[in-house]
Protein backbone atom coordinates (compact mmCIF):
# COMPACT_ATOMS: atom_id res chain seq x y z
CA UNK A 1 0.00 0.00 0.00
CA UNK A 2 3.19 2.34 1.00
CA UNK A 3 4.45 1.78 -2.75
CA UNK A 4 0.66 2.55 -4.64
CA UNK A 5 0.22 5.78 -2.30
CA UNK A 6 3.96 7.00 -2.70
CA UNK A 7 3.56 6.14 -6.47
CA UNK A 8 0.36 8.36 -6.19
CA UNK A 9 1.44 11.34 -4.24
CA UNK A 10 5.01 11.27 -5.62
CA UNK A 11 4.38 10.89 -9.13
CA UNK A 12 0.49 11.06 -9.72
CA UNK A 13 0.57 7.86 -10.84
CA UNK A 14 -2.89 6.40 -10.62
CA UNK A 15 -3.24 3.56 -12.49
CA UNK A 16 -4.51 -0.06 -11.87
CA UNK A 17 -2.24 -1.41 -9.24
CA UNK A 18 -3.75 1.56 -6.54
CA UNK A 19 -7.33 -0.19 -7.38
CA UNK A 20 -5.51 -3.17 -6.60
CA UNK A 21 -3.84 -2.22 -3.52
CA UNK A 22 -7.05 -0.33 -2.02
CA UNK A 23 -9.48 -3.61 -2.79
CA UNK A 24 -6.55 -6.14 -1.16
CA UNK A 25 -6.40 -3.27 2.10
CA UNK A 26 -10.82 -3.49 2.24
CA UNK A 27 -10.76 -6.77 1.56
CA UNK A 28 -7.87 -7.34 4.61
CA UNK A 29 -9.79 -5.30 6.95
CA UNK A 30 -13.01 -6.92 6.79
CA UNK A 31 -11.28 -10.14 7.00
CA UNK A 32 -10.13 -8.73 10.37
CA UNK A 33 -13.42 -7.72 11.10
CA UNK A 34 -15.51 -11.27 10.50
CA UNK A 35 -12.85 -12.83 12.31
CA UNK A 36 -13.29 -10.36 15.63
CA UNK A 37 -17.35 -11.22 15.69
CA UNK A 38 -16.92 -15.14 15.02
CA UNK A 39 -14.54 -15.37 17.99
CA UNK A 40 -15.98 -15.86 21.38
CA UNK A 41 -13.26 -14.66 23.44
CA UNK A 42 -9.96 -12.62 22.04
CA UNK A 43 -7.56 -14.75 20.60
CA UNK A 44 -4.02 -13.10 19.96
CA UNK A 45 -2.09 -14.11 16.38
CA UNK A 46 -5.28 -15.80 14.03
CA UNK A 47 -3.82 -15.61 10.68
CA UNK A 48 -7.19 -16.40 8.54
CA UNK A 49 -10.84 -17.06 8.90
CA UNK A 50 -10.28 -20.32 8.55
CA UNK A 51 -8.08 -20.99 11.70
CA UNK A 52 -10.91 -18.58 13.66
CA UNK A 53 -13.56 -21.11 12.37
CA UNK A 54 -11.37 -24.00 14.01
CA UNK A 55 -10.67 -21.90 17.75
CA UNK A 56 -14.52 -21.36 17.54
CA UNK A 57 -14.98 -24.88 16.64
CA UNK A 58 -13.08 -25.87 19.67
CA UNK A 59 -13.73 -23.01 21.99
CA UNK A 60 -17.84 -24.59 21.72
CA UNK A 61 -16.73 -28.32 21.90
CA UNK A 62 -15.31 -27.39 25.31
CA UNK A 63 -18.06 -25.06 26.64
CA UNK A 64 -20.25 -28.07 25.96
CA UNK A 65 -18.25 -30.97 27.38
CA UNK A 66 -17.88 -28.85 30.73
CA UNK A 67 -21.93 -28.45 30.62
CA UNK A 68 -22.46 -32.56 30.68
Request: aromatic letters at 8%; glycine letters at 8%.
Given at each position: ?ATAMCALLGF ?57
Amino acid sequence: MATAMCALLGFGLDNWFLDLTLAWGILCNLQGLAMSLMLPKWHKDVPTLFHAARIRRQDVGMRLSDVS
